[in-house]
């Protein structure tokens, strides 16, 4: 993700801080050294919410540990202002694995919670249900906000944890996609009644309906892809009308090829095998540093990804997400065939679309 930067790896998982982050932690430090009236009061706030977001990541790595029994990676675990978000390459594929990986963010927070519960208990020395926003132990408000992640976390609205059980749980009674709509409707429904409520009551909330509304969208919109590509080969989507750069082409010929057609990114071929891709960003780079002359090998990317046009094209759909890239080369036997651009993915969709109405 865009802004953010990578500040540990655990367990073979990278661990990024979102930039807006700091906002979040200046503001808490902010709040209490205007109650405190000290930089220790600011300190304080600081080291509160970091030991908030400690329990955040651990969460997410409940999510990431479960998901990874069943042979899912986790591209990296990204804390945002508003929580943390571990990045699955896939979903779980059976219900109950989604269920069980759904779960496990949660469980962690009970266990914590549970801990700090017990710690408290046996220290015996403060008021368990006396609530104070900044006056309470350390430890003491980490259980009543861990309290509050397992509850937030289980409303049943998508994208949240408890809206992936319900559509877990729905999935073993009917297919995947209509599951998906329904903990999706439900999602959108919640978010309107939080919208409704945050309207008269605390504008907070009105974040928090927006945030489950887009999410329920997203999940939506996503199993309706999923559906539509299902079963089809990439070959039946992929682009076949394209042009071609050679290895030892000038930049003059790759800004000729540009101008004259809607192409943004050309394969790069040496005695008919690709050998690179030359991206519009590339060729921008290259022209600004050096001179039209340069070589297009010179420019290009030497590593890129590429599929089988026999592959699914649900599968280089995800890939063409996973690699940040605008177009992946379409090879059999490395010889290249067709570009799959997530254009033509699209216009393919919107073709069967108006086909099947």
Same mark, same amino acid.
């Given at each position: 993700?865009?802004?953010?930067?990578?500040?540990?790896?655990?367990?073979?998982?990278?661990?990024?801080?979102?930039?807006?982050?700091?906002?979040?932690?200046?503001?808490?430090? @902010?709040?209490?050294?205007?109650?405190?009236?000290?930089?220790? +009061?600011?300190?304080?706030?600081? =080291?509160?919410?970091?030991? *908030?977001?400690?329990?955040?990541?651990?969460?997410? /790595?409940?999510?990431?540990?479960?998901?990874? $029994?069943?042979?899912?990676?986790?591209?990296?675990?990204?804390?945002?202002?508003?929580?943390?978000?571990?990045?699955?390459?896939?979903?779980?594929?059976?219900?109950?694995?989604?269920?069980?990986?759904?779960?496990?963010?949660?469980? *962690?927070?009970?266990?914590?919670?549970?801990?700090?519960?017990?710690?408290?208990?046996?220290?015996?020395?403060?008021?368990?249900?006396?609530?104070?926003?900044?006056?309470?132990?350390?430890?003491?408000?980490?259980?009543?906000?861990? *309290? /509050?992640?397992?509850?937030?976390?289980?409303?049943? +609205?998508?994208?949240?944890?408890?809206?992936?059980?319900?559509?877990?749980?729905?999935?073993?009674?009917?297919?995947?996609? $209509?599951?998906?709509?329904?903990?999706?409707?439900?999602?959108?429904?919640?978010?309107?009644?939080?919208?409704? *409520?945050?309207?008269?009551?605390?504008?907070?909330?009105?974040?928090?309906?927006?945030?489950?509304?887009?999410?329920?969208?997203?999940?939506?919109?996503?199993?309706?892809?999923?559906?539509?590509?299902?079963?089809?080969?990439?070959?039946?989507?992929?682009?076949?009308? @394209?042009?071609? %750069?050679?290895?030892?082409?000038?930049?003059?010929?790759?800004?000729?090829?540009?101008?004259?057609?809607?192409?943004?990114?050309?394969?790069?071929?040496?005695?008919?095998? =690709?050998?690179?891709?030359?991206?519009?960003?590339?060729?921008?780079?290259?022209?600004?540093? $050096?001179?039209?002359?340069?070589?297009?090998?010179?420019?290009?990317?030497?590593?890129?990804?590429?599929?089988?046009?026999?592959?699914?094209?649900?599968?280089?759909?995800?890939? %063409?997400?996973?690699?940040?890239?605008?177009?992946?080369?379409?090879?059999?036997?490395?010889?290249?065939?067709?570009?799959?651009?997530?254009?033509?993915?699209?216009?393919? %969709?919107?073709?069967?679309? +108006? %086909?099947?109405?």
């Amino acid at each position: 993700m865009k802004w953010s930067l990578k500040i540990g790896r655990f367990s073979g998982i990278d661990v990024r801080m979102h930039i807006t982050f700091m906002l979040l932690v200046g503001w808490v430090a @902010f709040v209490y050294w205007q109650q405190g009236q000290s930089v220790a +009061a600011a300190v304080a706030g600081i =080291i509160f919410i970091l030991a *908030v977001f400690l329990c955040v990541v651990l969460h997410e /790595f409940g999510h990431a540990l479960a998901a990874r $029994r069943y042979g899912i990676k986790t591209r990296d675990i990204i804390l945002l202002p508003i929580g943390g978000v571990a990045r699955l390459e896939k979903l779980p594929s059976k219900p109950l694995q989604e269920l069980l990986v759904a779960l496990a963010g949660p469980a *962690v927070n009970v266990v914590i919670a549970a801990t700090i519960f017990v710690w408290i208990k046996i220290s015996g020395s403060i008021e368990i249900f006396k609530v104070s926003a900044t006056a309470d132990p350390l430890l003491q408000r980490l259980l009543y906000i861990n *309290v /509050f992640m397992v509850v937030f976390n289980m409303i049943p +609205a998508l994208p949240m944890d408890g809206g992936r059980v319900l559509r877990a749980v729905l999935a073993m009674l009917t297919e995947h996609r $209509r599951a998906t709509q329904i903990a999706a409707s439900i999602g959108q429904g919640i978010a309107v009644f939080f919208g409704v *409520v945050g309207i008269f009551y605390n504008p907070l909330l009105l974040a928090v309906a927006f945030f489950v509304w887009i999410g329920a969208s997203q999940e939506a919109g996503a199993a309706r892809m999923q559906s539509a590509v299902d079963g089809v080969p990439v070959e039946q989507a992929m682009l076949t009308d @394209f042009r071609t %750069l050679e290895k030892h082409d000038s930049l003059d010929r790759a800004v000729e090829l540009t101008l004259a057609g809607s192409q943004k990114d050309f394969p790069v071929l040496e005695n008919g095998i =690709i050998v690179g891709i030359l991206t519009q960003a590339d060729l921008m780079k290259a022209l600004s540093e $050096r001179n039209q002359h340069s070589t297009v090998s010179s420019a290009m990317q030497h590593k890129f990804h590429a599929v089988n046009s026999l592959d699914m094209l649900e599968a280089a759909f995800d890939k %063409l997400k996973d690699c940040n890239c605008h177009t992946l080369p379409v090879t059999i036997n490395r010889k290249l065939v067709g570009l799959l651009t997530m254009d033509n993915i699209g216009e393919y %969709l919107r073709i069967r679309a +108006a %086909l099947a109405g």
